[in-house]
């Protein structure tokens, strides 16, 4: 199973290759507008490009000896570029090219993460109006509460993975800005007009104001809304696994031919994907708490949140990346078994009608106390004696006597619970654009796209 959720476009964001050549690019933009100033030979930027091909190895030699990465890096540079090289990191220091280049890797990683949340909203939206009118029990503390639909899950996960999305979205453009102002923030070696036009080529915008660093707060921003994310994930892999255990058994993560479930007990089919998420979001968790303590360093820097950044932050977006891909296909392919929510409905005998029995009563003009007290000594006996509540309160005269037979059965009509799931749904999904069914769903969603959508 694990291959399958292998993912290499976001490993190959954080290679050594990739950090490189995103240095690479860095000092080139900023080479290139030395040259729209007049401050470099014109074609300079061209032909270091042409002549240097990053060498992971060749740097790492290098670096063994000067103990420096980015001194290594322009080592190697200036051994490919020859007399060129002159020309690169004029008026800059490494934290221009560390932090510059961490925030063109951050917004490609950013990019893949928002490409998988539109996948996994996709198969959120089908699913839920695949359920929308699936009837189940709800529950608070774990204990049956009142009728609702499955579907209503679903459209509360898609509202907040929304909400993750935007937050991410967000996160990311905070994420997305360069510094080229020097060892104290000062341009006092490369004028604004520089940062300005190296930004620009690189997709980003200048900080508007920087140290030696580019601050904290951005990265801390950032892996705090991977955490949140983490978490949403999380909710609802917590929200499969209790669905799943036996004596509920109302959803069930797909379970492919010839996979096991134990070693000693060939009968199991475990949660075991939604248990996997559960715990790697502990680990973005305890990234977030390390982004959080980057945020203080020592007058106009140090470089105490280096080490740090270089686990947490590819950690932090492949461990995203694969969270969301997992979750999506486990939802994709999520067994549900209505019937068993309609067994499961009944289990208590009727006792998830009791608050609308209880309000048809006050209605009626009973003291709420009086039918309060009055529905829940039913409701206790018939837990107690396992019988029917809806028989136990036909048969108390006093109920008799404020509703009649017919009106005491409307109360027992799980169809009442559900009369506004569409109201609910047009706040969610916006107004419907054709009428949604369940056979329109399943073929939206193998179809990759929302139901009620037109092809573009």
């Excluded at 996960?157 to 453009?173: I, N, P």
């Amino acid at each position: 199973m694990i291959e399958r959720y292998t993912l290499p476009r976001m490993g190959a964001v954080w290679t050594q290759q990739r950090k490189y050549e995103t240095w690479l690019r860095v000092e080139l933009a900023a080479c290139a507008a030395m040259e729209s100033a007049g401050l470099a030979p014109k074609g300079t930027a061209r032909k270091i490009q042409r002549t240097v091909v990053i060498n992971p190895k060749r740097i790492a030699d290098i670096e063994r000896v000067t103990k420096h990465d980015v001194i290594a890096f322009l080592e190697f540079v200036a051994e490919r570029a020859g007399a060129p090289a002159r020309h690169v990191h004029t008026g800059l220091t490494s934290s221009d090219v560390l932090d510059t280049g961490l925030a063109v890797q951050l917004t490609e990683a950013t990019a893949i993460l928002l490409d998988d949340l539109d996948a996994l909203l996709t198969v959120l939206r089908a699913r839920a109006f695949e359920h929308k009118h699936t009837v189940m029990t709800g529950r608070s503390h774990g204990i049956h509460g009142e009728p609702m639909t499955f579907g209503l899950k679903w459209a509360l996960w898609y509202a907040e993975f929304t909400r993750h999305r935007a937050r991410l979205l967000a996160a990311g453009d905070e994420i997305a800005v360069g510094k080229f102002s020097g060892a104290m923030g000062t341009f006092a070696h490369c004028p604004p007009r520089i940062e300005r036009a190296a930004c620009a080529t690189l997709g980003l915008r200048p900080a508007p104001v920087s140290n030696q660093v580019v601050q904290r707060d951005r990265h801390a921003a950032f892996v705090g809304a991977l955490a949140l994310l983490a978490a949403g994930i999380e909710k609802v892999a917590t929200e499969i696994r209790h669905l799943q255990r036996t004596e509920v058994l109302e959803v069930e993560e797909p379970f492919s031919a010839g996979q096991k479930g134990s070693s000693a007990m060939p009968h199991k089919r475990n949660p075991v994907g939604s248990e996997n998420l559960c715990g790697l979001a502990r680990v973005i968790r305890g990234h977030s708490l390390a982004a959080l303590e980057n945020v203080a360093l020592w007058h106009e820097r140090d470089i105490s949140h280096s080490s740090v950044e270089r686990i947490i932050l590819p950690d932090s977006t492949i461990l995203a990346d694969y969270m969301i891909t997992r979750l999506t296909a486990i939802l994709d392919g999520l067994v549900v078994y209505p019937k068993r929510m309609l067994e499961n409905l009944d289990l208590t005998g009727g006792l998830v009608y009791s608050q609308r029995l209880l309000l048809e009563l006050v209605h009626r003009g009973m003291a709420r106390k009086t039918a309060y007290e009055t529905v829940q000594r039913h409701a206790m006996r018939a837990w107690k004696t396992r019988g029917s509540f809806q028989e136990r309160i036909a048969r108390d005269p006093v109920i008799a006597a404020a509703l009649t037979p017919r009106e005491i059965r409307a109360c027992f009509d799980p169809s009442w619970y559900c009369r506004h799931i569409t109201q609910i749904y047009a706040r969610v999904f916006g107004p419907p654009a054709r009428r949604h069914g369940r056979r329109g769903a399943q073929a939206a969603r193998r179809r990759g796209r929302p139901p009620g959508t037109k092809r573009g």
